[in-house]
C-alpha cells in the first residue's frame, strides 16, 4: 500500500489548459496505490488499483450551492511466464466529475472519460552475454465533456502506438548495460459540438535509450542513463492549415543503490549534482534526489 504526497491531479486537456471548468483547482486527491501479487498456476500475476477524489461543496445561508468534485479510479493487470521469458500489462481508468454552479444547475458534465493501455514484451536470449527485448505498446484515450446549459459539448481523443527492440548486455560481472531503439506514435484529436477541429500528430522516429547499472562498491551501485527522441510533431488546424516542427529532445539520468545487510535504498538523483557540485559549493538550494525509495528485508 503507497500513500502518496504528490500534487493533486487535475485532468488536464492535451492541447493546453485544464480539461474541466472548474471554478476552484482541485484540492489533494491521491488517495493510495494498492499492489498485490501471487502466482497464478505457474505463471508470476500482479493487480494494482489507484483511488483519486477531491470535492468542494458550498451551503451557505446566501444562497450558494456551488459543488465541485473530482474522482478517478485505475485498474492494472500484469502476468510474467513462468522463466521470466514474455509478460504483458493492461491499464485501464475511468474518471467522472461533478460540476455545479451556485444554483445547484450542472455547469459541465462527463460524457466518457476512460484510458487504457497494453504492453507486451519478450526475453530472446541470445548468448550468456546478450538479451534481445522486442516491446509494443498501445494506448488509447477518450475524454468527454458537454454542458447542457450552454448546448455544448467537446471530446478528445488520443491514440499511441510504441514499438521496438532493446537489449540486455552484461559485459562484466555485477554490470548490466542497457539499450533500446524504436519508433513511437502520437495523436490527438479535439472537436467540439461548434465544428472545431484541431489535430496534433507526433512521430519519434526513432527514439535511442542506453543506460548501465554497476557495482562501485560492495555496499552502493552507480546507475547512468540518457534517453534521444527524434521528434517530428504536425499540427492541423480547420481550414486545412498545418504547421510542422522537427527537432530532438534529450535526457539524462543518474541513480545510486546503497546496500548495508539487509537495508536497500534507491536514489533518483538530479544529473546537476556533477555540473555544480553540492549545495555549499555551487550555493543553490535545490534538492539533491528526486526520489527516494528503502525496502528491508525481513528475513
Not at 522463466?83 to 444554483?103: C, I, K, R, Y
Request: charged share 20%; hydrophobic share 35%; proline share 3%.
Amino acid at each position: 500500500t503507497y500513500f502518496s504526497t504528490l500534487d493533486a491531479y487535475e485532468p488536464a486537456s492535451y492541447f493546453g489548459g485544464d480539461l474541466i471548468p472548474f471554478d476552484f483547482s482541485l484540492m489533494d486527491n491521491r488517495r493510495f496505490d494498492l499492489l498485490y501479487g501471487r502466482q497464478l498456476g505457474n505463471n508470476d500475476f500482479g493487480f494494482g488499483f489507484s483511488y483519486l477524489h477531491s470535492s468542494m461543496t458550498y451551503d451557505f445561508a446566501a444562497p450558494d450551492q456551488s459543488k465541485e468534485a473530482f474522482s478517478y479510479y485505475d485498474f492494472s493487470f500484469g502476468l510474467t511466464e513462468e522463466t521470466g521469458l514474455w509478460d504483458v500489462a493492461l491499464d485501464f481508468g475511468l474518471g467522472s466529475w461533478t460540476d455545479e454552479d451556485a444554483n445547484g444547475e450542472t455547469e459541465s458534465e462527463p460524457d466518457g472519460f476512460m484510458d487504457i493501455a497494453l504492453h507486451g514484451r519478450y526475453f530472446w536470449q541470445q548468448n550468456s552475454n546478450i538479451t534481445l527485448v522486442p516491446h509494443v505498446g498501445l494506448g488509447y484515450s477518450k475524454h468527454g465533456l458537454k454542458a447542457p446549459g450552454f448546448d455544448f459539448s467537446e471530446e478528445e481523443k488520443r491514440t499511441v502506438f510504441d514499438l521496438g527492440c532493446g537489449m540486455n548486455y552484461t559485459p562484466a560481472t555485477n554490470v548490466l548495460a542497457v539499450m533500446d531503439f524504436g519508433f513511437a506514435f502520437d495523436k490527438k484529436k479535439y472537436e467540439n459540438s461548434d465544428n472545431n477541429e484541431f489535430t496534433e500528430t507526433t512521430w519519434f522516429f526513432p527514439y535511442f535509450k542506453i543506460g548501465m547499472d554497476a557495482d562501485v562498491f560492495k555496499w552502493m551501485d552507480v546507475r547512468f542513463g540518457a534517453t534521444s527522441y527524434w521528434t517530428s510533431e504536425t499540427d492541423e488546424y480547420d481550414g486545412g492549415d498545418t504547421f510542422n516542427e522537427r527537432y530532438p529532445s534529450n535526457d539524462t539520468y543518474l541513480g545510486f543503490g546503497f546496500h548495508w545487510g539487509r537495508l536497500h535504498v534507491d536514489t533518483y538523483t538530479d544529473p546537476q549534482l556533477f555540473l555544480e557540485g553540492f549545495n555549499f559549493i555551487s550555493g543553490n538550494s535545490q534538492g539533491m534526489n528526486f526520489q527516494l525509495s528503502a525496502v528491508y528485508e525481513m528475513m
